[in-house]
């Protein structure tokens, strides 16, 4: 074998290397492993997230990918994780569902989650996250479904909630919320289910809510609503 090709064949085999390494990238394994050590602070569950591995394998636990062999899906629902939601989720940038409800996950939902511009379902519902709502989930224009109940969140519900033109679900229920439902939610002609019960929300129910044309539920029992409850076609109304 002359030099030339000798050469030739060591760059195809450094080329082939090159293609057998996670086509995740560096970025995504990074970002996984922030996440592992964020959510699981004791190793104890996501021990299968490992730094040399390949999460497109179906070796990382709960992690699945798309064609690309890109990350779209982290389903750890009730896992007994007890860390905190980690900013470098962000770097998931073709992320479409995160499922981290039924855990015990405290802290606050970092504002960097609204940099997911796919993700069309959020499960953070039962855990024991706290502080506010982040405003910046309104510029998640693919979201869908956004389940935030059964937490201690605290504060108003973001206004900025009327800008989730695709979402049809929205849970609050059984949290600390205070303030006055925001009118921007009449805003999101395919909700349909919409539960906001159990917090402490005051004033009036907005008369553009109530005539949402794809809503099916609407719950907002004890609260400390006032005023006149708007007609419509509603389910479970009450305050």
Known sequence: MGFSNFFIFLLLIAFSSYLMKPSCGNAEIRALMDIRASLDP????????????DPCSGKFDGVACNEHRKVVNISLQSKGLTGKVSPAVAELKCLSGLYLHYNSLTGEIPKEIANLTELTDLYLNVNNLSGIIPPEIGSMARLQVLQLCCNQFTGSIPKEMGFL?????????????????????????????????????????????????????????NNTLSGVVPSGELISLYS
């Open 165 to 221: 033109k695709k979402l049809s679900v929205l849970t609050l229920q059984y949290n600390r919320l205070t303030g006055q439902i925001p009118e921007s939610l009449g805003n999101l002609g395919g909700l349909r289910r919409l539960y906001l019960s159990f917090n402490r929300l005051s004033g009036p129910i907005p008369v553009r809510l109530a005539n949402v044309p794809q809503l099916e539920v609407l719950d907002v029992q």
């Open 42 to 53: 004791e190793n104890k569950y996501l021990s299968s997230w490992v730094s040399d591995g």
